[in-house]
Structures are given as structure tokens and as C-alpha cells.
């Protein structure tokens, strides 16, 4: 019989000689009781993930040795943090919390012109700044870097990794928190395991997943979502060197690792706790609903990937206490909120917010987004969503389909409308975005366009429509407006902030031209910035300060600190209305059209108030007539 508890406090006896002999006294000090509070829960995980198969005690051994050489090698400075952040572990719900992503060379060039630029990431209120993937990858396709080759080399286009660690101490020093992806579900094909698992070392060749033939992988693909239909259909690729069948969720040249194999689950938290040391403080855990597959399933967000994330959780807690999980996990919203905890991934991004933000811009009717955020927006404690309109992917309609049925709506030809509504197939719409990865069997698609183009600014400009670039121009902020308000951590897209339109010079590159994601992955324009900043009333001048207004209003404000986000009926389906901790309400106009609301509307905040402003414009708002919102305008309000 197994004793979980004999045989955990066992193996904690055996090990503990290790951290003894690898570790001085000092360190010792401040990792040995890391290591037995932790120990426990983390043995209980591998043991539920990795059961019987598990050649226990030599994982176990080769574990510790990483966690010990890892924490050794961490530099004081990131120990330090460690310690702040163990005292104040809710840092990242402040509301002064800013998110920024951006490409390091469309942003500008190198890793050093990102540093250049730290002032004007300043000057925006930045707090978070997630780097896209930076390494070594193809010099071809790398699906925008996220086909690494090299977990601990960056892409000497953009610079070093010395470079990349003096980045992120001088972010650090001026209060900006450095955010890298943790590809982890693939390598690239040129990735040192994948070119000895091709010369036939068989330790490499069990980091992936390779079949002799079609027989498993056939039965497999019949329960899977097919990724990229169009540019990589299948999730298998056929290698002829090894003439063997490797699992490619992905692209063909990014090749699925095998985390039923604990040997590589040891080997990446080696990756993850080396870039822990350069200074990365949050980890977006790329592609996570992925990392397990079983036959039979959609080998899509399976019981043992959250042991698994859990159990790196407690790995960092242990050598990196500082660092913190992200999960992109693009699902259904049901799925997405299963790795948001603690002990898991305590911040997510909210694609269910996001998506539905468009299709109430589409429809101009907010009944599904509040229904829907009404009961899905509340998380645990500790935990926090990162909101956002757009970002270097696609956007997929990935709203529960149950939802949408309370309110008679039918998921699938929902889609259908919203497809060509963003593809500008629908007759009046305002929108410009491309299609992604048609898939002629179920009809599916997804999105690609910046937030201006898709917002109507490229439409109005083409047409020189004053009054269509107006709306356009409401909307892009009263998106951004309606990001910013809803707490968390708000993420702006590199770009965004000047309304960057779509750049199609990607199909002129061949390694680009198949995949639009592209169309909305264009070099920051620093002359439209600076023209924004000298010229505030141009459409661009416009987003910007406006932006950068509500920006700083919400950074000084104490009503979005931490705390709770209430939507609420406010009566009116074209206005969305939501309580940030019942000192402000934001009121938000879908629609083309002014719109009145009754104070009584916002009495489950408040009952009726004597007296109102809104903190946006600073306007006294009149208690006693109806509240007015403009076309696509937005009111901040406050009651005294
Ligand atoms: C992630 C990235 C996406 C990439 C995919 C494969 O979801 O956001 O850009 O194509 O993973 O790594
Ligand atoms: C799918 C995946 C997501 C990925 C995206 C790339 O939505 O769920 O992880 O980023 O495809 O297009």
C-alpha cells in the first residue's frame, strides 16, 4: 500500500542533504523553509499527474538540483524583489497598473531602442510591459517568434540576453514590471532537442511526439480543433528524415512537447527558472490549454495541465517567489477560468470581455456582454484579469454558446453575422478586418485588423467622412475607456494608443503573406506620434490625448484600486453600465445614436444621489433630468 504521507516525508528526508550540499548557510536560510512549505503539495501534484509511470525519486532528485542551482544563481537584486513581493503579493492589483505590449523591432529596432524609449512608456503610465518572443528562432517563418530555437539566446537582431537583463533592471527601476511569453507547448524544429531527436538520440526524440505512422494520429485528429485550418491543417506533420509523424498543434515547424514525460517537465522548468533570472517578473504561459493530450479528447485544457502549471507555480514559489503566471488560454469561458487561482495562474487574460466588446460594437446592443460579464467577471480573490481590445492575435468569438441562447441568440449564425461584419461583407458596417483561417467545414473564422481599423477609423478616412470618422473616433476611445475602467490590468496593443490602421505590406512578404495577423503587426509610427502630440484635435491627436486622460484620471483614482467590478442591467441595451467598488459607475453608449438613462437606472449603486459629476470631463451632471450619453460616448460617474 502507498502511504502519500510516509512516502512524502521520506523523500523530503532524502533530499533535504541536497540543498545542504548545494547551498551556503546564508541561502540555505532563506530557501530550505521555502522548500518544505512547498514540498508537500508540489510532491502531491507530480504524484496525481505523473502516478505510477513516475520514476519517482530520480525526478524528484533531478527537480531539487535545478530549484537549488536556480536559486543560487538568482541575483540579488531579484531576491530583494522576492522579498517585496512576498510581503505585498497583490502588487499587480493597484490601480495604477498599466499594461503595454509590443513587438521589440516595430516598436523600435532592438532591445536597446526599447530602453531609449522607457520616457515615453513613462509618459503613457506603463507599469507592465510584455516584450513579444525574443529569441532565437527561423530565420523564415517563426510564427512571430513563437517558434523558439533557443529558450536562453536572444535573436542577435535585437540584441543579448546581457541586454535584455539590463532592460529589465532599468525598467524595473522606474516602476515597470518586465512580461515575457513562456512558449512552452513547442520548440521550433531548429531547437537543439528537435535536431537531436532528428539525428536519433531517443532522450530527445520522447521530448515530442512522433508516431511511425498515420494509425494514432489519425485517431487523435478526429476529437481536435484544427488551429490554423488554412496555413498548417492537421495537427501532425510528417518529417522525412525520421520519417515518423510529429505532433504540430501549431505550425508545421513548431513541434507539440510531451509533458507526459517528466524528463522534458524538468528540462523547461530549467527554461522557465533560467528566464526567471533575467529579471522576467510575469510569464505568459503561451498556448497553455495545449500541454497535455489524451486520446479520445480535444487535448484541449485537460485535468493534468493545471497539475502541471500548479506544480511549476510551486516550483517558482520556491527558487523565484517573484514571478507570476499569466494564462492565454483563448477557450471556451468556462475553461478559462479553471487556471485562474493562486496557486495557478492569478492573472489571465479575459478574451470573453474582449470579444464580446466587439460584437457589442457590431450589434450595438450590450444585452450579451452584461449577461455574460454579469456572471463571469467576478474572480477569486488575489486573482485579476488582464483586459484588452486587441493584441498580435486574432480575435475569435469564443463566447458560451449557452449564453447567448438565454437571449435567444443562436451561436452559430451569431458568428456568421460577426464574421462578416469584421470583414466588411455586411453592408454598412463600418469595420476593416481580414478573415484568419477559414475553415470550409464548419464555416469557422477569426479576426485580423488593428483596433482603429476594426474600430471604423480606416473607413472614415478612406471616404473622408467627417462624420464617420467622429464615431470612429468615440468608439476606439469608448473601447479603451471601457477596458480601462473595469479594473485589473489594463493592456494596450504598441500602436493602439495613435490608431494605428492596417498595414497590408504584409502580403508583399513571403514569409508574412500567409498569415493576417500580420495586417495588424505594423512598425510604430513615430512620426504619427509625434504629429498626435503636436496636433491633439486630428483623429490621431484625438485617441491619443483622450487616452492618455483617461489614462492618468484612472492611475490618480482610488475607485479603481483593487476591489470589485458590478455589471448591471442599466435598462437601455445599447448602453453597458458597470460599478467600479460603488464609487463610480461607467455608463458606455453602443450606439449610433444619443441615448437618455434615468437615474433610477443606477439606483442598485447607489439609490438616488443629490448631487453627480463625471471625473471625465469634470462636468456637474444634473440629478434631477435624465442622464445623457452622446453617440459613442462615455460617462465616468460619481455621486456625492
Ligand atoms: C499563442 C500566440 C500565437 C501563436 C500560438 C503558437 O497563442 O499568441 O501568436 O501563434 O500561441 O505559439
Ligand atoms: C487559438 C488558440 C490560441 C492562439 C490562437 C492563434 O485561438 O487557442 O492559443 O493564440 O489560436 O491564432
Same mark, same amino acid.
Given at each position: 500500500?502507498?502511504?502519500?504521507?510516509?512516502?512524502?516525508?521520506?523523500?523530503?528526508?532524502?533530499?533535504?542533504?541536497?540543498?545542504?550540499?548545494?547551498?551556503?548557510?546564508?541561502?540555505?536560510?532563506?530557501?530550505?523553509?521555502?522548500?518544505?512549505?512547498?514540498?508537500?503539495?508540489?510532491?502531491?501534484?507530480?504524484?496525481?499527474?505523473? !502516478?505510477?509511470?513516475?520514476?519517482?525519486?530520480?525526478?524528484?532528485?533531478?527537480?531539487?538540483?535545478?530549484?537549488?542551482?536556480?536559486?543560487?544563481?538568482?541575483?540579488?537584486?531579484?531576491?530583494?524583489?522576492?522579498?517585496?513581493?512576498?510581503?505585498?503579493?497583490?502588487?499587480?492589483?493597484?490601480?495604477?497598473?498599466?499594461?503595454?505590449?509590443?513587438?521589440?523591432?516595430?516598436?523600435?529596432?532592438?532591445?536597446?531602442?526599447?530602453?531609449?524609449?522607457?520616457?515615453?512608456?513613462?509618459?503613457?503610465?506603463?507599469?507592465?510591459? +510584455?516584450?513579444?518572443?525574443?529569441?532565437?528562432?527561423?530565420?523564415?517563418?517563426?510564427?512571430?517568434?513563437?517558434?523558439?530555437?533557443?529558450?536562453?539566446?536572444?535573436?542577435?537582431? =535585437?540584441?543579448? %540576453?546581457?541586454?535584455?537583463?539590463?532592460?529589465?533592471?532599468?525598467?524595473?527601476?522606474?516602476?515597470?514590471?518586465?512580461?515575457?511569453?513562456?512558449?512552452?507547448?513547442?520548440?521550433?524544429?531548429?531547437?537543439?532537442?528537435?535536431?537531436?531527436?532528428?539525428?536519433?538520440?531517443?532522450?530527445?526524440?520522447?521530448?515530442?511526439?512522433?508516431?511511425?505512422?498515420?494509425?494514432?494520429?489519425?485517431?487523435?485528429?478526429?476529437?481536435?480543433?484544427?488551429?490554423?485550418?488554412?496555413?498548417?491543417?492537421?495537427?501532425?506533420?510528417?518529417?522525412?528524415?525520421?520519417?515518423?509523424?510529429?505532433?504540430?498543434?501549431?505550425?508545421?515547424?513548431?513541434?507539440?512537447?510531451?509533458?507526459? @514525460?517528466?524528463?522534458?517537465?524538468?528540462?523547461?522548468?530549467?527554461? %522557465?527558472?533560467?528566464?526567471? @533570472?533575467?529579471?522576467?517578473?510575469?510569464?505568459?504561459?503561451?498556448?497553455?490549454?495545449?500541454?497535455?493530450?489524451?486520446?479520445?479528447?480535444?487535448?484541449? @485544457?485537460?485535468?493534468?495541465?493545471?497539475?502541471?502549471?500548479?506544480?511549476?507555480?510551486?516550483?517558482?514559489?520556491?527558487?523565484?517567489?517573484?514571478?507570476?503566471?499569466?494564462?492565454?488560454?483563448?477557450?471556451?469561458?468556462?475553461?478559462?477560468?479553471?487556471?485562474?487561482?493562486?496557486?495557478?495562474?492569478?492573472?489571465?487574460?479575459?478574451?470573453?470581455?474582449?470579444?464580446?466588446?466587439?460584437?457589442?460594437?457590431?450589434?450595438?446592443?450590450?444585452?450579451?456582454?452584461?449577461?455574460?460579464?454579469?456572471?463571469?467577471?467576478?474572480?477569486?480573490?488575489?486573482?485579476?484579469?488582464?483586459?484588452?481590445?486587441?493584441?498580435?492575435?486574432?480575435?475569435?468569438?469564443?463566447?458560451?454558446?449557452?449564453?447567448?441562447?438565454?437571449?435567444?441568440?443562436?451561436?452559430?449564425?451569431?458568428?456568421?453575422?460577426?464574421?462578416?461584419?469584421?470583414?466588411?461583407?455586411?453592408?454598412?458596417?463600418?469595420?476593416? !478586418?481580414?478573415?484568419?483561417?477559414?475553415?470550409?467545414?464548419?464555416?469557422?473564422?477569426?479576426?485580423?485588423?488593428?483596433?482603429?481599423?476594426? !474600430?471604423?477609423?480606416?473607413?472614415?478616412?478612406?471616404?473622408?467622412?467627417?462624420?464617420?470618422?467622429?464615431?470612429?473616433?468615440?468608439?476606439?476611445?469608448?473601447?479603451?475607456?471601457?477596458?480601462?475602467?473595469?479594473?485589473?490590468?489594463?493592456?494596450?496593443?504598441?500602436?493602439?494608443?495613435?490608431?494605428?490602421?492596417?498595414?497590408?505590406?504584409?502580403?508583399?512578404?513571403?514569409?508574412?503573406?500567409?498569415?493576417?495577423?500580420?495586417?495588424?503587426?505594423?512598425?510604430?509610427?513615430?512620426?504619427?506620434?509625434?504629429?498626435?502630440?503636436?496636433?491633439?484635435?486630428?483623429? +490621431?491627436?484625438?485617441?491619443?490625448?483622450?487616452?492618455?486622460?483617461?489614462?492618468?484620471?484612472?492611475?490618480?483614482?482610488?475607485?479603481?484600486?483593487?476591489?470589485?467590478?458590478?455589471?448591471?442591467?442599466?435598462?437601455?441595451?445599447?448602453?453597458?453600465?458597470?460599478?467600479?467598488? @460603488?464609487?463610480?459607475?461607467?455608463?458606455?453608449?453602443?450606439?449610433? +445614436?444619443?441615448?437618455? =438613462?434615468?437615474?433610477?437606472?443606477?439606483?442598485?449603486?447607489?439609490? %438616488?444621489?443629490?448631487?453627480?459629476?463625471?471625473?471625465?470631463? !469634470?462636468?456637474?451632471?444634473?440629478?434631477?433630468?435624465?442622464?445623457?450619453?452622446?453617440?459613442?460616448? %462615455?460617462?465616468?460617474?460619481?455621486?456625492?
Amino acid at each position: 500500500m502507498f502511504d502519500l504521507e510516509h512516502e512524502q516525508s521520506l523523500s523530503l528526508v532524502r533530499l533535504l542533504p541536497r540543498l545542504e550540499a548545494g547551498l551556503d548557510a546564508r541561502d540555505q536560510a532563506a530557501f530550505v523553509p521555502r522548500f518544505t512549505q512547498h514540498f508537500p503539495a508540489l510532491f502531491r501534484l507530480l504524484l496525481e499527474v505523473y !502516478g505510477q509511470n513516475y520514476d519517482f525519486f530520480y525526478h524528484l532528485e533531478q527537480m531539487t538540483d535545478l530549484l537549488v542551482s536556480a536559486f543560487k544563481s538568482r541575483p540579488q537584486t531579484l531576491r530583494q524583489l522576492d522579498d517585496q513581493r512576498l510581503v505585498n503579493p497583490h502588487w499587480y492589483q493597484r490601480g495604477a497598473m498599466l499594461g503595454y505590449v509590443l513587438y521589440v523591432d516595430l516598436f523600435n529596432g532592438t532591445l536597446d531602442g526599447v530602453r531609449e524609449k522607457i520616457p515615453y512608456l513613462k509618459q503613457l503610465g506603463v507599469t507592465y510591459l +510584455h516584450l513579444m518572443p525574443l529569441f532565437k528562432a527561423p530565420e523564415s517563418n517563426s510564427d512571430g517568434g513563437y517558434a523558439i530555437s533557443d529558450f536562453r539566446t536572444v535573436n542577435p537582431a =535585437l540584441g543579448t %540576453m546581457a541586454g535584455l537583463r539590463v532592460l529589465a533592471d532599468d525598467l524595473r527601476a522606474e516602476g515597470i514590471s518586465l512580461v515575457l511569453d513562456f512558449v512552452f507547448n513547442h520548440t521550433s524544429d531548429e531547437h537543439d532537442w528537435a535536431l537531436k531527436a532528428l539525428e536519433g538520440d531517443k532522450r530527445h526524440q520522447k521530448f515530442y511526439f512522433m508516431f511511425p505512422d498515420r494509425t494514432l494520429p489519425d485517431q487523435y485528429q478526429t476529437n481536435l480543433r484544427e488551429i490554423f485550418p488554412q496555413q498548417a491543417p492537421g495537427a501532425f506533420t510528417h518529417v522525412p528524415k525520421l520519417d515518423k509523424w510529429v505532433w504540430t498543434t501549431f505550425n508545421t515547424f513548431q513541434w507539440d512537447l510531451n509533458y507526459a @514525460n517528466p524528463d522534458l517537465f524538468c528540462a523547461m522548468l530549467g527554461e %522557465m527558472l533560467f528566464l526567471a @533570472n533575467q529579471g522576467v517578473e510575469v510569464m505568459r504561459l503561451d498556448a497553455v490549454a495545449f500541454i497535455w493530450k489524451q486520446m479520445g479528447t480535444s487535448c484541449e @485544457n485537460l485535468p493534468q495541465v493545471h497539475g502541471i502549471i500548479q506544480a511549476y507555480n510551486l516550483c517558482a514559489k520556491i527558487a523565484a517567489p517573484a514571478l507570476l503566471f499569466k494564462s492565454e488560454a483563448i477557450v471556451h469561458p468556462d475553461d478559462v477560468v479553471k487556471y485562474i487561482s493562486e496557486g495557478e495562474s492569478p492573472i489571465s487574460y479575459n478574451p470573453t470581455y474582449m470579444a464580446l466588446l466587439w460584437e457589442a460594437a457590431a450589434t450595438r446592443d450590450v444585452s450579451l456582454l452584461r449577461y455574460a460579464m454579469e456572471r463571469r467577471f467576478v474572480l477569486p480573490q488575489g486573482c485579476t484579469w488582464v483586459n484588452y481590445i486587441r493584441c498580435h492575435d486574432d480575435i475569435g468569438w469564443s463566447f458560451a454558446d449557452e449564453d447567448a441562447r438565454m437571449l435567444g441568440i443562436q451561436g452559430f449564425s451569431h458568428r456568421q453575422f460577426l464574421n462578416e461584419f469584421y470583414t466588411s461583407a455586411f453592408a454598412g458596417s463600418y469595420a476593416r !478586418g481580414l478573415r484568419f483561417n477559414y475553415n470550409p467545414i464548419n464555416q469557422d473564422m477569426r479576426i485580423c485588423g488593428s483596433a482603429a481599423s476594426l !474600430g471604423g477609423l480606416e473607413s472614415g478616412l478612406m471616404a473622408a467622412n467627417a462624420e464617420w470618422i467622429e464615431a470612429a473616433v468615440n468608439r476606439i476611445v469608448l473601447l479603451h475607456g471601457v477596458m480601462l475602467a473595469a479594473g485589473g490590468i489594463p493592456l494596450l496593443y504598441s500602436g493602439d494608443e495613435i490608431a494605428m490602421l492596417n498595414d497590408y505590406s504584409f502580403s508583399d512578404d513571403p514569409h508574412k503573406a500567409g498569415d493576417e495577423r500580420w495586417v495588424h503587426r505594423a512598425k510604430f509610427d513615430w512620426s504619427r506620434l509625434e504629429e498626435a502630440q503636436r496636433r491633439p484635435t486630428t483623429p +490621431h491627436g484625438q485617441v491619443f490625448s483622450r487616452l492618455l486622460r483617461l489614462i492618468q484620471l484612472r492611475a490618480q483614482d482610488s475607485a479603481f484600486d483593487g476591489g470589485e467590478t458590478r455589471f448591471f442591467d442599466s435598462g437601455n441595451q445599447n448602453v453597458l453600465s458597470f460599478a467600479r467598488r @460603488n464609487e463610480v459607475v461607467i455608463l458606455a453608449n453602443f450606439s449610433d +445614436h444619443p441615448q437618455t =438613462l434615468g437615474w433610477l437606472a443606477l439606483r442598485g449603486v447607489w439609490g %438616488m444621489p443629490n448631487s453627480a459629476s463625471d471625473i471625465i470631463s !469634470g462636468e456637474i451632471l444634473d440629478t434631477v433630468s435624465p442622464i445623457h450619453l452622446l453617440p459613442w460616448g %462615455m460617462l465616468w460617474v460619481r455621486a456625492d
